[in-house]
């Protein structure tokens, strides 16, 4: 093979770096299952690990206290962790993408209020409860995550030479506007329905179990099929609508098929744990720089290392202050936050923004 | 049917010929052609280009002129379909413009904007390379590279003196460095046509004359036809078998550039008077400012 350069894609290359990441995620899984407020040790959490996937093998079974706390509380808290996380850096790669804009990113352009709002709607109105086999507050929240994508975007393509500092300001404003209306939907509903509410909003991955997971599950898969598949035209996108047109995209088709699984990806995690900001902003600041711009690679590799990320955070806002924890949205902010501010005052040059 | 184009095709009449057998030397042919980025009522009053009609020849260098605002590279976005226009038919030697997919007129055509910017860290070996993805027909857009896509990417980017910046960034390289790059990502294309979209405005005159080098010998040696947006009038007279004129979305003045770039042309469309005489060497019209 020609080596016109060592640093562009090749299979071998995918595939060192894809499952490079997967060990990492999963020895990160492993080790954020070890803390809690009781001490399990680690040869019993490989086992018990091991036995949930390949059956029991060991005479103790899956049946004792330990198990349990393993199997019901951690071990989905965890994975809920590991979902979110990956989803907002693949969401945060996407819509970089889509607006030729490194600091975009979910919370920050005000996507997931849109899907809080939904959310919240939703909740106050009691249509978090089941209908059938669907449940209405992931449909709610994607909903409302794929309303303020069409807001951003019709803000963002509605003149020519659209900066970046523009876009930022509008999505500080379509933050402020949800903001607004969740504060009045909480300041209407009954006090302990509020209460419940603003833990939620604070971004919180408490309590799932296995069934909330599964829902969650099937929103992501169609999410992540929809943008891997585009992996190579969110390339092409970053070289401006024009360019990837005339390179064979169908730019209005991608763009709708992209939103639309960010929307997907954006109302499920939201509805689930609330917002959670600046993931989708750092990890994929950081896998490009250590691993690669090209989104076949960057979607997938952002996607765990995203996981493994959110993962840690949640333990350390589980277990810090343990017995009592905080949200795990503080920890992503007080992380993200500089480091965004950072981005935005010394990256001015390679943002267009001079 | 014989295509003379010599002549000063002021209002070039097409008619028959899109209706007719369609020559095989004539990479575009235009009837009509309207275009307008406003909707509505006030398209008609802001339309940018305006019952264009006019027939570009294959293998040939084309050099598209005009004051500002005059629809140069528009009419270069209708040419590589990045826009449709609201009015007219294009056809792209011998098919139908819009009846092609975006991908087969990728394979045809390769754009190369007037100026690339990139926010993200990919490399111009990386950027180049994406010149292949019309070769593929993914799911979605998903491919992986074959030995082929290397080995043309290999040497485009030897023949554009970029191989040995593979490695670098896009954001980190000169803009003559950059622009040869999406020269190269044009080739890689394999297209039939090459659009360019003011190649040299970025670049200082060394650069320049490097560039426009470069543009006619891939004419000369790969036969490709050629169309260049351009502001440079002795540049698009010494490089251009053709130029084509447009004032106000219309076409003035189409023919070699002798017949064109005259001081009566240029004061009907820039408005102003110039001085043009030859130029030393070529013989070709050289336009001067006057004092």
Not at chain 1, 301 to 312: I, K, N, S
Not at chain 2, 244 to 272: D, F, K, W
Request: proline fraction near 4%; aromatic fraction near 8%.
């Amino acid at each position: 093979m020609a080596s016109v350069s060592s640093r562009t894609l090749t299979r071998s290359r995918w595939w060192t770096w894809v499952s490079l990441a997967w060990v990492l995620a999963v020895v990160a899984f492993v080790g954020c299952l070890g803390f809690g407020t009781q001490s399990i040790p680690y040869s019993r959490i490989i086992t018990v690990v091991m036995e949930s996937v390949f059956g029991p093998f060991t005479e103790q079974g899956l049946g004792d206290p330990t198990s349990v706390i393993l199997l019901q509380v951690r071990m989905p808290r965890v994975l809920l962790a590991f979902f979110v996380g990956g989803s907002l850096a693949m969401v945060g790669v996407a819509l970089q993408a889509l607006l030729r804009n490194p600091l975009a990113d979910p919370f920050v352009i005000g996507i997931s209020s849109g899907a809080a709002l939904g959310a919240a709607i939703a909740l106050l109105f009691g249509l978090g409860i089941s209908v059938g086999s669907i449940s209405a507050l992931p449909v709610c929240a994607f909903a409302g995550a794929l309303m303020s994508l069409m807001i951003m975007y019709r803000i963002s393509s509605a003149q020519y030479g659209f900066s970046v500092y523009t876009l930022l300001l509008a999505g500080v404003v379509l933050n402020a506007i949800f903001s607004a209306f969740i504060m009045f939907l909480t300041s209407i509903a009954d006090p302990n329905r509020a209460f419940g509410m603003y833990a939620w909003l604070m971004g919180t991955l408490t309590g799932p179990d296995w069934s909330t997971l599964g829902i969650l599950v099937l929103y992501l898969g169609a999410g992540l099929v929809i943008l891997g598949m585009h992996a190579q035209s969110l390339n092409l996108l970053t070289l401006g609508e024009e360019t990837a047109r005339s390179l064979g995209v169908e730019v209005e088709r991608v763009k709708k098929m992209v939103f639309l699984a960010a929307a997907l990806l954006t109302g499920a995690v939201v509805s689930f744990s609330g917002i959670i900001g600046f993931v989708g902003l750092i990890i994929p600041h950081a896998v490009r720089l250590v691993v690669s711009a090209d989104h076949r690679l960057l979607l997938p590799v952002a996607g765990l290392v995203g996981g493994m990320f959110l993962m840690l955070a949640d333990t350390v806002a589980r277990t810090a202050l343990s017995p009592s924890e905080f949200p795990v949205g503080v920890i992503t902010a007080l992380v993200g936050g500089p480091i965004f501010l950072w981005l935005l005052t010394t990256r001015q040059t390679q943002l267009g923004m001079k | 049917m014989v295509v003379d184009d010599s002549a000063n095709t002021v209002g070039y009449e097409v008619t028959h010929m899109i209706n007719d057998q369609f020559p095989s030397n004539v990479a575009y042919s235009l009837k009509d052609v309207a275009f307008s980025y406003s909707k509505g009522k006030r398209a008609e009053s802001e339309a940018v280009l305006k019952e264009l009609s006019c027939l570009i020849l294959s293998g040939r260098v084309l050099g598209i002129l005009g004051p500002n605002g005059s629809g140069k590279s528009t009419l270069l976005k209708l040419l590589a379909r990045v826009l449709q226009p609201q009015k007219g038919a294009i056809e792209i030697l011998g098919e139908s413009l819009p009846g092609l997919s975006q991908l087969d007129v990728a394979k045809r055509v390769a754009l190369v904007p007037q100026e690339t910017l990139q926010v993200f860290p990919f490399t111009i070996a990386e950027m180049v390379l994406m010149g292949r993805s019309p070769h593929h027909q993914g799911w979605g857009g998903w491919h992986w590279e074959d030995s082929q896509d290397w080995a043309v990417t290999q040497n485009a980017m030897e023949e554009l003196d970029v191989a040995h910046l593979g490695n670098r960034l896009v954001t980190e390289v000169s803009g003559g460095e950059r622009q040869r790059a999406v020269i190269a990502r044009a080739l890689v294309q394999e297209p039939q046509i090459l659009l360019l979209d003011e190649p040299t405005a970025f670049l200082d005159l060394h650069h320049q004359l490097d560039i426009a080098r470069i543009i006619k010998r891939l004419n000369r040696e790969r036969g490709l036809t050629v169309i260049l947006v351009s502001h440079d009038l002795n540049l698009a007279s010494q490089y251009c078998d053709q130029v084509l004129m447009l004032n106000h979305g219309r076409l003035a003045a189409m023919g070699s550039p002798q017949t064109v770039i005259t001081p009566e042309v240029i004061e009907a469309v820039y408005g102003c008077s110039v001085l043009v005489d030859r130029h030393p060497q070529s013989g070709l019209p050289r336009v001067s400012l006057p004092v």
